[in-house]
């Protein structure tokens, strides 16, 4: 029992000769990992388990075959857009003749070592960070051409101008005004409620502040005829 697996093959296979890890915990971003295979090529093969005459069955890289499906066989119509320009599609070559394959390491091991490999295959990417400085410059040779990274031009604005401290903040607008500190008033209220809202308030001084609003609303409930008079 709990053998470790043991490597027989790497070889390319139609998808339907594979089947899904029945029972996958991991949710994975499909879209993400189409977009680098077809600008970077399969650059790593799926891991599947063989079983005397079962379809060979997908430890890791379950995520990578959904994408492949997502693409589906011949020709997707899009070519890859580079920062020079196009090329083709890394899966198919926009080439109508394309079938649906994956390039796939097969090892044979036991149940116990399969449902372990799956569950570290998911487990171990996402318990580990990020050197910011080392991630930042390694984005920095992108040259704004971020396709098949998994990364946006925000994610990147984000990492190299990160949102300023309270010190920093401090430093440029002087300490925080008293009223900073205030209570915030934040409530969901219906299309209906928030028409009256406004138009109770339409007189009021400054109709772009909520603040101001909800102030002469006061006024205007204090300032009104007793109901019972
Ligand atoms: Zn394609």
């Avoid at 790497?10 to 600008?39: C, E, M, W, Y």
């Avoid at 990578?64 to 066989?73: Q, Y």
């Avoid at 998911?122 to 040259?143: P, T, W």
């Avoid at 109709?207 to 019972?228: E, G, K, M, Q």
Wanted: with cysteine; glycine share 8%.
């Amino acid at each position: 029992m709990n053998e470790p697996a043991r490597y027989l093959r790497t070889v390319t296979l139609p998808l339907d000769q594979l089947r899904h890890f029945p029972g996958n915990a991991k949710r994975g971003d499909v879209p993400t990992i189409l977009d680098s295979l077809r600008r970077n090529g399969q650059y790593r093969s799926l891991i599947a388990r063989q079983v005397d005459d079962e379809p060979l069955t997908v430890l890791a890289g379950n995520h990578t075959m959904m994408a492949l499906e997502l693409h589906g066989p011949g020709d997707c119509g899009e070519p890859v857009k580079t920062g020079k320009g196009t090329r083709p599609c890394a899966v198919c070559g926009n080439d109508r003749a394309w079938e649906l394959t994956a390039r796939v390491e097969v090892v044979v091991c036991d149940d116990d070592t399969a449902r372990r490999v799956n569950l570290v295959d998911n487990r171990s990417s996402e318990k580990g960070g990020y050197d910011r400085d080392a991630l930042a410059e390694l984005l920095s040779y992108m040259d704004d051409d971020l396709g098949g990274t998994g990364y946006t031009d925000a994610d990147v604005q984000l990492l190299i101008a990160p949102p300023p401290s309270l010190e920093e903040l401090a430093d440029t607008y002087g300490d925080p005004e008293t009223d900073d500190f205030w209570p915030v008033l934040k409530f969901r209220v219906s299309p209906e409620i928030r028409d009256a809202f406004y138009g109770l308030t339409i007189n009021c001084t400054d109709t772009n502040d909520d603040n101001v609003r909800f102030r002469y609303l006061l006024d205007r409930a204090r300032n009104a005829p007793d109901h019972a008079a």
